[in-house]
């Protein structure tokens, strides 16, 4: 195999290519960022507060919309504003999905890592490196991820202090969902009636006696709930909530957890199968 270096081209200072160059080639393939095989929603988004986000974007398998901001050279505070205003409106206009701030840049600096990461833990941001190469007359693209998001949390192992407590789920989700939640808790209680909930920033989980016990965990929407089983992805159980009609979001594997939007019309038409998904999850546990 032969070896061919690769010169790196500043897209800032070329005379043919620009933002929107960039911009197109990032829409034509998704994954140039690093991020997985998202969909790109809409590119240059008009805001109600005036600008236009440059892309919008979504993962397929999960409830995350990526705000995208694009700069060419070195990252600067202005983008890193506009960054985070642009997630900020998403995120209010739609709160039933899980946000994360994206900022793109061909230079991120240390100077701007360091302000980056006094919001990582408090706003899911994270910042992406781009650059343009030439290689044997033809240009390419690379990019790292410099600065990745704080988890945006499914798990007890959270950010210590980020418990909270039922009126800070009220002011989140709604009563439906809170009352749905609710009925999930106590058909775990029935498999141990020790168990209570456990409010979380990020989710509702289990405790026995103070104690976190996540087999199943809870993140209330709007008008239905992602219930989170622990439990190891299983070809047997894919088939049962796919014969239900259940939709499945993701499996996560860092948390060996399912994600599965449920309704209360859906809790009623399959309780039995969320029984013993619960049990199963359960099961494994040390009790």
């Known amino acids: 195999m032969e070896y061919i270096p690769a010169r790196i081209i500043s897209l800032k200072n070329h005379p043919n290519l620009n933002e929107r160059w960039l911009q197109d080639r990032i829409i034509e393939d998704p994954s140039i960022l690093g991020l997985g095989n ?70 991120v600096t240390s100077r701007f890592l360091n302000v980056i990461s006094l919001f990582n833990g408090f ?37 210590a202090g980020a418990s909270t407590d039922r009126a800070y789920w009220e002011s989140k989700a709604t009563p439906a969902s809170l009352k749905l939640a609710d009925r999930f808790i106590e058909l775990a209680r029935e498999k141990d009636s020790a168990l209570a909930p456990k409010y979380n920033k990020y989710y509702i989980g289990l405790a026995r006696n103070g104690i976190a016990d996540n087999f199943i965990s809870l993140k209330p929407k709007k008008n239905w709930i992602i219930f989170q089983p622990k439990i190891p992805s299983d070809q047997e159980l894919n088939k049962k909530l796919d014969e239900a009609g259940l939709q499945v979001l993701a499996y996560e594997r860092r948390f060996n957890h399912y994600k599965i939007r449920i309704s209360d019309k859906e809790l009623n038409d399959h309780i039995e199968l969320i029984r013993e998904i619960i049990t199963l999850a359960y099961e494994p546990e040390s009790h």
Request: hydrophobic content about 40%.
């Open 38 to 107: 998202l969909d790109v929603r809409e590119s240059e988004r008009i805001q109600p507060t005036g600008g236009r986000l440059d892309l919008l974007m979504s993962d397929p398998d999960s409830l995350i919309r990526y705000e995208v901001e694009i700069q060419l050279g070195v990252s600067d505070e202005k983008h890193i504003i506009r960054t985070l205003e642009y997630w900020d409106v998403e995120r209010r206009r739609y709160p039933q999905y899980d946000h994360v701030a994206v900022l793109v840049a061909e230079d």
């Open 123 to 159: 706003i899911p941001i994270m910042a992406i490196q781009i650059q343009a190469l030439e290689v044997a007359g033809n240009l390419t693209l690379t990019s790292s991820r410099v600065l990745d998001v704080v988890n945006l949390g499914t798990d007890e192992e959270d950010a």
